[in-house]
């Protein structure tokens, strides 16, 4: 089956330093990535979807100044924290939606198992 | 913007008691997925539901789907303290999007 791929699985990181996590598709090619963060139990919020070749679309009250996403081949999305602080800290997953009709439906959507960051 | 509602937000519940879990939204689904997630992990696909007034199962796991399409149930069957997790509804957000419910969080005590 389909599998994502995301490193790291858990980060941490000084105030004020950037973070990057990475988000591969390991076997299909995924011209769509999402991001989501997620807080301590409480569901996941979609930040953007990232497409390949082009800007990556934010959901409002995300900073995408902050979150840089860079979606550069059909393979790997990047989610780069930049200038971290603690309010940062959060669980952070990335999902990868494989083409065809199927997605329309909710199909083929495969999430990575996410990465923990904790700034200090 | 869809938005999709889950109730209760939490249940803490013995073993062997049944129990259901409710996905609600003010926009028809064109499909529904539900997920189960365990702490540090991603969430796990358990089923997917297209068809309305649909009733899928899995093992001691029903999934109903609404006749409308705008609301769906997962009842669980005797839970077990391995069904402990958060439980999530997802679905297609327009062409591209794809958002989750606001979540169940189950917990089974033996």
């Known amino acids: 089956g389909a599998v994502v791929s995301q490193h790291p699985s858990w980060v941490i990181c000084k105030s004020g330093t950037s973070v990057k996590i990475e988000c591969r598709s390991l076997?299909?090619?995924?011209?769509?990535m999402f991001w989501y963060r997620q807080f301590p139990k409480q569901s996941l919020m979609l930040m953007a979807t990232?497409?390949?070749?082009?800007?990556?679309?934010?959901e409002q009250g995300v900073e995408k100044d902050k979150f840089l996403i860079n979606h550069a081949s059909l393979t790997l999305s990047t989610l780069t924290v930049t200038s971290a602080h603690p309010e940062d800290s959060s669980f952070y997953i990335c999902?990868?939606?494989?083409?065809?009709?199927?997605?329309?439906?909710?199909?083929?959507?495969?999430f990575g198992s996410g990465t923990r960051l904790t700034v200090v | 913007t869809q938005l999709l509602e889950q109730s209760p937000q939490f249940l803490s519940i013995q073993e062997g008691e049944n129990l259901t879990v409710y996905c609600n939204s003010s926009?028809?689904?064109?499909?529904l997925q539900w997920y189960r997630q365990e702490p540090g992990e991603g969430p796990v696909l358990l089923v997917t539901?297209?068809?309305?007034?649909e009733v899928k199962k899995l093992k001691r796991l029903t999934f109903q789907f609404g006749d409308a399409r705008k609301d769906s149930s997962l009842h669980i069957t005797a839970a077990q303290p391995g069904d402990t997790g958060l439980y999530l509804c997802?679905?297609?957000?327009?062409?591209?999007?794809?958002?989750f419910g606001t979540g169940t969080r189950l917990k089974v005590l033996a």
């Open positions: 990232s497409n390949e070749g082009s800007k990556a679309t934010y």
């Open positions: 999902s990868a939606k494989q083409g065809g009709r199927g997605a329309l439906l909710g199909y083929g959507y495969t």
């Open positions: 076997d299909f090619q995924a011209t769509t």
């Open positions: 997802g679905t297609t957000s327009g062409t591209y999007k794809y958002i």
């Open positions: 539901v297209v068809t309305g007034g």
């Open positions: 926009s028809v689904f064109s499909s």
